[in-house]
């Protein structure tokens, strides 16, 4: 399978969750994602469903909090002014964080996939424009610099004795210092690099060489399975919750 058919692939499954099918149809989504998971990603399928769980429980639990806790009713129940019970808002909470939860690790799972190509390698292999290609390599390296940026600044404030090392008063009292130390040398970092490093080193030139090309066929190998399987199902999906079942 290559890279370009695994976006589809997840793009479809995306926009179909998405979309908001009925219970037949989601479980037909469900049954398209796991058998992709199964055959393409093996293993590393927990890794997916474990870091999917890591961004959407604590949204879940906010979203509880506001909407179950608080307001007790769901919004359509608000938009129609009628009284409301908290379990149409729990009801509510659950079906966007399960559509998140699905969306999230649908993500996971096509970039697992390709685990093995380093950054550079993912993003040649893109069927992209080769503007955009050099676009996202300059966006994760300047990502990757804000991170250091965080690391420099947070050493640096240690070191000056205005943040400890573990949870204190203190880091809560300091905490604005961090975040403008942070942004100040993201800032000069970033600057930097686009008015020095960068055209000194010709790096946009070869970075342009260095992802220009990849795959001469947008899709190939299981990619003309996945895809006919994954337009098949989707239009099931988008029917099965209109026509009733057998009673």
Known sequence: MTLNGAIAVAFIMIALAIAGPGPRGFAVLLVLAAGFAIVEVRGATWTALRRAAVVVVPLAAFMGFIWVGIVGRAPAEIAADVPGTRAAALIHVLSICLRLFFVVTVIQLAVL??????????IRALALPVTAKRLLVLTLSLIETLRHAIDRAHIALIAAGTLTRRFSSRNVIHSWRLVQTVWLSAVTIALGRMRDKWPIENTLNLLERAVEGGNEKIFAGDDKIWLPVSLGAA?????????PGPS
């Open 113 to 122: 996939r390709f685990a093995h190509l380093t950054p550079l390698q993912f």
């Open 235 to 243: 239009v099931v999906i988008l029917v099965a919750d209109v026509f």
